[in-house]
């Protein structure tokens, strides 16, 4: 807490810091919930925190020192502010840090160049026995944050589009009222811009919605991960059935998110090969939405295929392999994919794979120093390098990623951590030929330079020792055929 220069002033009714700024108090929230992370890792018990931050006067009382000697609390803190953190803390979800309006954008300002951190507004919300509502924004790490807007209780609750449009119409009222008096109507201006932009963030898409005028008809949302929801749609030009990529509202405000997801549309469209899914239109914008639309894959995607055992044994380290060669493919074109997971495996209706999300992707000729070191996809599958350091993921990233998949399609189920902990045990233990196991070990070395230097290589060895495997005895062996 001295390193942050906070002042502890009362642990009665949750814990609470006095900091000079608020970007101090920013730090030690973040700080406080990666050691707090760590500690429900090491006793397997989570400890989710929840932080509130605000900015407010408050009423000092310091304690003679006598006293203090004595048992006294050293400070007491008394008046509204105290109470707003204490609400605005009871309103975070686990882990998540919570600020309000001034000590949001103070802390921002000074935190400019962490670009690891994330700041977000999640809109107003009504405390009770307050009439003015608050405004609730976040910061936080990806992979250590929730980074999404906490749903509310009793005490504190979402204002809703309904209202919000009551207040956007009070304040044309407002507005109206001052221009009639021929006053300045700048400020109310502001606020009116404020209110319609919440009202456009707050807002969801829902089934029966149109896209791009009325070409793109949603039919059911099918994925929701932390940067976008996926759709699928009718393509009401051709009939046919799409899938439509819609990066969340409420990361439409940040322009590297927004870039990002752009750019993994882009590279995709870019990649033109029968193994990566065909994008239909890149980088549209309607009514406030960023999305993108795909060719619908009707197999769904690889794990799920895997995990309901639609696949045979046997056609799932063909999958691997075709999925290899579109890797090579997109490294000879400098687009490393640094996301390869089973998830983002899609599979025709012929169960011919092929490969998306490129989100993540980097191309040797962008800078790619606009990510986060934080969790990037899901970590199993993740390179150690890709995790330190985004940077230095490479096509060795690439070839761990696509080793880890291959142990997923031999086991059939999702991997425990052990796998990362003691992969050589874990591979040992696989239901599998002997020939194979040497092969993914070296794939998921934890030193990238320990790996094949390249997916092809990766992927020769691995066709040459499941080709010569005819063991008898071994019903479990993934015989496999060449792909073309
Ligand atoms: N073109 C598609 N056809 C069918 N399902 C899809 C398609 N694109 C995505 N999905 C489904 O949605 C999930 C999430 O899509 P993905 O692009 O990986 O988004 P995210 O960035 O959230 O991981 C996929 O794992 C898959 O199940
Ligand atoms: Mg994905």
Redesign the pocket.
Known sequence: MRDHEGQEADRTDGFLVLFDRPINAVRYALAFHQAMRILSEEVAIDLGFRVGIHLGEAVLIVTPAADVAGGAKPLEVEGLAKQIAARIMSLALAGQTLLTRAAFMLARRAAVGDEGLQWLAHGRYLLKGVTEPLEVYEVGREGLSPLAPPPGSEKIKPVVGREMSAMLAEAYRRKELLANAGQSTRAVEEEILSLRREIRRGRQLRPGDMLHGDRFLLIEQ????G??I?WKAVDLKSGGDV?V?VLRGDRAQDPRASERFSRGARKMAELQHPGV?RVVETALEDDGWQFFV????EG??FR?AVLGQRIPIDERLRIVLAIGKVLEYAHTAAVIHRDVKP??I?LDGNNQPLL??F?LVWAADTTGGTRTAGMLGTFLYAAPEALDNPKEAGVAADVYSLGMTAIFAICGRDLPTRVIRDAKRFIAELKCSEAVKPVLLKAVAWEARERFASVGAFCAQLRRVLEHDGEPNRPDVVPIATPQ
């Open positions: 099918i994925g929701s991960g940067y976008a996926v899938a990529k899914v795909m060719a619908w894959a769904g995607d799920q998830a983002n899609l998306t999300d989100d």
